[in-house]
């Protein structure tokens, strides 16, 4: 990963203006956003972090049990108003954008190219200027944006956006980087009890949150029941 100045310098920015830190809601992760609530409420277009919000870190495709959640954001927004913002895939070090590509093949939906790694002031430029351009433009405040709590970065990024919805999800599909991953999420933490005691803005917005599916059973059977069966249709 290459070294991410806009990156190292958010958490200043967050001290200097400490409700930015402040998401709207926090869920576990996706499958908990009631997408067509967002779309009804006026919500027209969505940000997405890649690692640990879609994807295992590093890797181009949708965690699997994501897939229904997913499908209902896309058909929601359209596939054209939802961009995945990530500091590899789309960036000047995504070579020949080969990443990005794939990213998008997999997941469906654009992949940003842009420069300047999150938040840099050049990245929220191209969001803006990606939204503004669609064929119904989508302004800042349509927008929802879903992405890491735990990373000062894409807080930052948020917070410069200006209007959008913020979206956390706070589960982690695999560790990564857990050190820097601490510090940061200490950091944030720190920053959100000194603006708020540590509440969150999610008056109005519980609407948009909804339970976990359970998790299918598992099948059980004893090997005697399995022979069993084996036998019975021989």
């Avoid at 049990?65 to 960036?91: P, Y």
Wanted: include cysteine.
């Amino acid at each position: 990963m290459p070294l991410n100045i806009p990156g190292i310098l958010a958490p200043f920015h967050l001290l200097k203006n400490p409700r930015l830190v402040i998401p709207h809601v926090i869920v576990k992760d996706i499958r908990q956003i009631d997408f067509l609530a967002l779309r009804n409420a006026g919500y027209r277009g969505a940000v997405f972090d890649k690692d640990n919000c879609l994807t295992i870190p590093y890797k181009d495709t949708l965690v699997p049990q994501l897939e229904d959640a997913w499908r209902e954001c896309r058909e929601a927004f359209g596939e054209d108003n939802i961009i995945i913002v990530s500091n590899s895939a789309g960036t000047k070090f995504d070579a020949g954008g080969i990443q990005a590509e794939s990213v998008s093949f997999h997941l469906s939906v654009p992949v940003l190219r842009h420069d300047t790694l999150k938040p840099g002031y050049s990245c929220i430029a191209s969001i803006r200027t990606y939204f503004s351009s669609l064929r119904v433009p989508i302004p800042d405040d349509e927008l929802v944006v879903v992405g890491d709590p735990s990373s000062a970065s894409d807080a930052s990024a948020r917070a410069r956006i200006g209007g959008p919805l913020a979206i956390w999800t706070d589960g982690v599909w695999q560790k990564e980087s857990m050190v820097m991953r601490w510090a940061e999420k200490r950091l944030v933490d720190l920053v959100r009890k000194w603006a708020r005691h540590g509440e969150t803005s999610s008056v109005g917005t519980n609407i948009f949150v909804r339970e976990l599916p359970l998790p299918e059973p598992r099948k059980t059977g004893s090997a005697l029941t399995k022979m069993l069966n084996v036998m019975k249709w021989r």
